[in-house]
C-alpha cells in the first residue's frame, strides 16, 4: 500500500470512498459533504479541501469515475446491453453514458463491451484516485507560529480566477476614498472553492486588504473579516499565484497528516507578499496559513 493511501485510510477518506461506491452499488442517494465529512471523522470546514488534497480528486468526480468503473464491470458481462447499464450505473440515457465513456476512454460502450484488453486497461487506471498516480513530491518546509488577530475589509468575488484583481480594486477604490490606501498593510485571500475544479461562474474567493484598523461601518458589499488569532501552519510559496491552491494542498498531503495536529474551524488564508503588477510571476511571494487547534 502506498504512503497516501495508507494516509487516506488513517484519516477516514477511504471510508467515504466505499461509501459512495456502494451507494452507486445499490442505487442509494448520494450523501452531501457533512455526511462524507461525518464518515470520514473531519470536520465539514475543511473536508473539500482535505479530500481533494488526499485524494488527487473532488467528491463529484470520484462519483463520476466510480460509476465509470461500474460501467466497465457491468459491460465486460456477457450478456449485458449498453441501455441497462447506462440506467443501473446512475446515467439518464444510453446517450449520456456514450458521452462519458468517449470523454473519459475515446471509446463507445460498445467497442469497450468487445474489447477486453482496452477494458482492461481502463479499469485499471479507473480503480484508483487520481492522487494515487502523483510523482513523488518535493519535502515541504513548513513552520508552526502563532499570529496575532488582524481585521481585513472583504468582498466576495465570484467568477474566473483571472478576474481576482478587479475586486482588489474594489476595495483598494474605497479605501482610497477613506483616505486608508497608503496605511495598507496586508493583502490576502480566501478560496471558497478551488479554480481548477469549479466551471469559472461558481468559483468564489474572498479579496481582502487590512488597514491596521477599520471603520464602523462598512458599504456593501464590503465587510469585516478576522484573520489569524491563534496557531498556523505556514507554507512560504514563491511562484505564480495561481499554484497557491495545488501548494496548499500539498501542505495538507504532505505535512498535515503526520503532524499531529487537528485542523481549526477557521478560513485557510493567503498572505500575498508582492504585488503581481511589480514583481515578474516566477518570483511572486505568498504564505499559505493554515489554522490550527490549540495543543
Known sequence: MSRIAQIRQRHGIDRVIAHLQDCLRQGHPLPDLEVLAAIAHQSPFHFHRLYRALTGETPGRTVARLRLL???QLLAQA??????VALKVGYESPQALARACRQAFDATPSALREDAALRSYWQQQFALPAGDHANEEVPLQVKVTTLEPFDVVVVRQRGAFDDLDQAFGQVYAWAAEQGLAGQLQQLVGIAYTDHRDMPKRECEFDCGMGFGHVPASLPAPLRQLTLGDGEYA?????????????????????????SGRVL????????????????????????????LQPR
Open 70 to 72: 461500474h460501467a466497465l
Open 79 to 84: 450478456d449485458s446491453r449498453v441501455t441497462e
Open 264 to 291: 481549526r474551524d477557521a478560513p485557510l488564508y493567503y498572505h500575498y507578499l508582492d504585488d503581481p503588477e511589480d514583481v515578474p510571476e516566477a518570483i511572486l511571494r505568498a504564505d499559505i496559513c493554515v489554522p
Open 234 to 258: 505556514v507554507l512560504h510559496h514563491v511562484g505564480s499565484y495561481a499554484g497557491l491552491e495545488a501548494a496548499a494542498n500539498a501542505l495538507l498531503r504532505q505535512w498535515w497528516p503526520d
